[in-house]
């Protein structure tokens, strides 16, 4: 089924993609993860999502702070829900190896899901075209991470040629071509001047839509000549810790929003936004109109230095440093606690490596910068 097009009879020359950030597929009480947002997705002619999980009942769990992983039954929910395409190009899709890989591909494929970024031996396509209403839709996923082949799986990384290769692979069979990545720095709220620079060249390229995800927060949105980038969707369904989403450090992580595309023969007609929340069953819903409009309000707030272009290294370095140094070492802590000696060595190298060096510089800088008065 993933290696066809899907097919509908032309009705109007326009659709409308929808797109969501992270699902995990895990909630609190065994609670339904989608019942109170499915009416949000009536006007939707696709919709994609972000699976951080595995669906499997097999495998060998990773040696990881969070090993991501739930029930293979539970795709019928992304089914009833509405979902189309699934991205599974990121980091959580090998926490029960390979043998979690091939069972929820094959879960997927069985109720009728498109998947991206991953191919195996028995699904040999990592990219899918969907056709609504006689306009064809590409999809491609991507995650930042390494070389991943193992056990008859290849897990498509960030590597510029090869999407630019993939993109004019699929620009002679579709009228839009969607890049899915999974990247950027947990709990940061700006995208990299390497990312957006990477998402330029994307769009120059021949893409129209980059929609990215990991950070678990949202991030800007840019448009950019015909394109549209959405840096991070941040979480969709997914666990949270009410107490960091409290307070004035509010890192957000229980906020984000359904991104509403239309797109017709002519192109990128426009977009919109449906702010949404999660509740402590980590169910997202729509929240009150006040909620709404304060989502709105930050989404444009943090996408400004992108549509101005000030987004520099050096800044950037200062707004992510303390939020992903305190992270990976919360993660390390635990791995070290749970697995050992080989962990405290990976930990060591990570502590000295030139972006970790980088970041206790940028430290040094807002501190000093805090001390003059000048943020």
């Not at 066809?4 to 659709?15: L, N, R």
């Not at 390494?146 to 990384?157: A, E, H, Q, Y």
């Not at 791995?335 to 050992?340: E, F, L, P, Q, T």
Request: hydrophobic share 40%.
């Amino acid at each position: 089924m993933n290696s066809v097009f899907h097919t509908q009879k032309p009705i109007m020359q326009s659709v409308t993609l929808m797109a969501v950030g992270d699902i995990s597929l895990q909630t609190k009480h065994n609670k339904p993860p989608f019942d109170l947002i499915k009416a949000a997705f009536v006007e939707k002619d696709v919709l994609f999502g972000n699976l951080e999980t595995s669906l499997s009942s097999r495998g060998r769990p990773a040696e990881k702070a969070v090993v991501l992983n739930t029930l293979p039954d539970k795709a019928l929910y992304l089914k009833e829900a509405g979902f189309d395409v699934l991205n599974v190009a990121n980091n959580h899709i090998m926490d029960m190896g390979p043998d979690g890989v091939h069972e929820t591909l094959k879960v997927l494929d069985q109720h009728d899901l498109f998947f991206i970024g991953v191919r195996t031996n028995f699904f040999d396509q990592s990219w899918v075209a969907i056709e609504k209403r006689g306009i064809r839709l590409g999809f491609l996923g991507y995650y930042a991470g390494r070389d991943s082949l193992k056990g008859g799986i290849w897990i498509n990384r960030i590597h510029l040629p090869q999407i630019i290769r993939d993109i004019e692979f699929l620009r002679h069979k579709c009228d839009f071509i969607v890049v899915s990545l999974h990247w950027g720095i947990e709990k940061a709220f700006y995208p990299s001047p390497k990312q957006v620079a990477l998402a330029h060249k994307l769009i120059d390229s021949g893409a129209t839509i980059i929609l990215g995800h990991h950070p678990h927060v949202i991030q800007g949105i840019e448009r950019y000549k015909n394109g549209l980038i959405a840096y991070s969707l941040g979480n969709f369904q997914f666990e949270f810790d009410p107490e960091e989403c409290s307070g004035r450090r509010n890192k957000r992580t229980n906020q984000s929003f359904i991104l509403s595309i239309e797109l017709s023969k002519d192109g990128l007609e426009g977009y919109d936004i449906i702010p949404i929340m999660i509740n402590e069953d980590f169910v997202p819903y729509i929240p009150i109109v006040e909620k709404q409009e304060e989502i709105r309000h930050f989404l444009s707030e943090i996408s400004k230095p992108l549509e101005r272009g000030v987004l520099t290294e050096r800044w950037w370095f200062e707004q992510i440093a303390w939020e992903y140094l305190s992270g990976n070492m919360k993660s390390f802590i635990v791995r070290i606690k749970r697995y050992g000696f080989i962990h405290f060595l990976q930990c060591i190298r990570w502590l000295l490596s030139p972006f970790c060096l980088r970041c206790y510089a940028a430290i040094i800088r807002r501190g000093i910068k805090r001390i003059l008065g000048r943020t």
